[in-house]
């Protein structure tokens, strides 16, 4: 157990749905990062939170958003979903948000299905 | 974007051999590589990190070596476990991205 919960397990939504994902990071973690990772193109890194601000930013869809709460939890929203928004979403979170210092701790991740 | 890109999708070890698997990175300009051990179900965790300033590094049971002349990483685990069958990727960081291979499939065959 990593100590990084996401909620929910599993998300079954049909196309053009809007969805929010959660995250709750390690005790004493100040980032957040977000993941996607579905077959045909493996892991990406999709965006970083740090303290509440945004840190860096990866290969995330304009209809993609997320934001990092006063008590560091974080939120994916996910809109107009689509067919091949379908994935595994994963949460990391790391002490000081540093990408190239930092350990990064993954969450069990949520399982999108969009039918 | 940038290619990160494993040599085998499946390797297959007899328990208590060692396993080597291997890693390809295209940007010269990476500076920190991470190999990361995925169980079914579960999210990656961690197993070892080095710099691009370093050509080996060794953790419990497991190396990982950096050839920058040729961009190419390896993970080296020792005395394979049945508790090492997992897929496992590397990843590499530059500029405030991380880019990550596709992933090779370890069984351990008791």
């Known amino acids: 157990d990593s100590g990084v919960t996401q909620t929910p397990k599993h998300l079954i939504t049909a196309t053009g749905q809007r969805v929010t994902l959660r995250c709750s990071p390690r005790?004493?973690?100040?980032?957040v990062y977000w993941y996607q990772q579905s077959l045909d193109q493996g892991l990406q890194f999709l965006i970083q939170?740090?303290?509440?601000?945004?840190?860096a930013k990866g290969n995330i869809l304009e209809r993609f958003s997320a934001q990092q709460f006063p008590d560091l939890h974080s939120e994916l929203n996910l809109s107009s979903l689509e067919l091949g928004d379908s994935a595994l979403y994963f949460c990391a979170s790391s002490p000081w948000g540093q990408m190239d210092t930092d350990t990064q701790y993954f969450g069990p991740g949520t399982r999108l299905t969009v039918l | 974007g940038e290619s990160v890109g494993l040599h085998l999708p499946t390797l297959s070890v007899q328990e208590g051999d060692n396993s080597i698997i291997n890693c390809a990175y295209s940007?010269?300009?990476?500076?920190?590589f991470i190999w990361y051990k995925q169980e079914s179900g579960k999210g990656p965790q961690f197993i070892i990190d080095?710099?691009?300033?370093?050509d080996k590094r060794q953790g419990q049971r497991v190396t990982v070596l950096l050839n920058k002349t040729v961009k190419h990483l390896s993970l080296q685990i020792a005395a394979t476990q049945p508790g090492d069958s997992a897929v496992y990727f590397c990843?590499?960081?530059?500029?405030?991205?991380?880019?990550f291979g596709t992933g090779t499939s370890l069984t351990v065959i008791p």
């Open positions: 940007n010269s300009a990476s500076d920190y």
């Open positions: 939170y740090y303290n509440g601000e945004e840190r």
């Open positions: 005790s004493g973690d100040l980032s």
């Open positions: 990843a590499e960081h530059e500029e405030w991205q991380f880019y």
């Open positions: 080095i710099r691009s300033n370093m």
